[in-house]
């Protein structure tokens, strides 16, 4: 139980363009859910929180406008990088809360060219 | 702030030897610990979790992990490992007083298993 997906798991796009992740939860609600980045082979750093029906909390540093999220299902966020610069180049990962434990989804690569 | 540190960042083991994998933690109040596994490329999977009770917990694939207050630790140990184990760990506490806030994860250790 408590599984999560993310789509896409690969996405390569041109700079300037904007891309959408998808973080669903599969057999579980998910009222709360986390999008995390991590660069390579470094740890995981919180980017936001996302709460179903409401505004998601953005961590400092995390530019809001440029990481939009929206989490308009129990089962579903999205994460979209507007603008993707080069710099955006990283691994996505998402996890719901169910049960006061994260699960997390395969994570997403982007490369921005 | 809360904070974990995984002293160790690249271990190597030879398959069938016990495993110790050390986690310390910051954090004033009874904390929500986790460890996960991360295999190149993927999601991460949780192992175990620690939040009240017994300080000793059981996990999947045969890891456990040991609670113990008076050092800050949340060490993770498994008494022979497998080749599949080889992958990246990382330990993490819940940044608030429940399970339901943000994790803060230490930088991870890498575990390379050899024949």
């Known amino acids: 139980g408590a599984v999560v997906s993310q789509h896409p798991s690969w996405v390569i796009c041109k700079s300037g363009t904007s891309v959408k992740i998808e973080c669903r939860s599969l057999d579980f609600q998910a009222t709360t859910m986390f999008w995390y980045r991590q660069f390579p082979k470094q740890s995981l750093m919180l980017m936001a929180t996302s709460n179903e029906g409401s505004k998601a909390t953005y961590e400092q540093g995390v530019e809001k406008d440029k990481f939009l999220i929206n989490h308009a299902s129990l089962t579903l966020s999205t994460l979209t990088v507007t603008s993707a610069h080069p710099e955006d180049s990283s691994f996505y990962i998402c996890s719901g809360l169910h049960q006061e434990t994260q699960y997390f989804g395969p994570g997403t690569r982007l490369l921005v060219l | 702030a809360q904070s974990v540190t995984q002293p160790d960042i690249h271990i190597t083991v030879s398959e069938g030897a016990s495993l110790e994998l050390r986690c310390n933690y910051s954090?004033?109040?009874?904390?929500?610990l986790f460890w996960y596994v991360q295999s190149p490329g993927q999601g991460l999977q949780l192992l175990l979790k620690y939040f009240s009770g017994d300080t000793l917990v059981q996990g999947i694939k045969g890891f456990e992990a040991e609670f113990k207050r008076s050092q800050s630790s949340f060490n993770l140990r498994k008494p022979s490992v497998h080749w599949s184990d080889a992958a990246e760990y990382f330990c993490a506490v819940a940044a608030g007083s429940s399970g339901n806030t943000p994790l803060v994860f230490g930088k991870g250790t890498r575990l390379s298993v050899i024949a």
């Open positions: 954090y004033g109040a009874t904390p929500y």
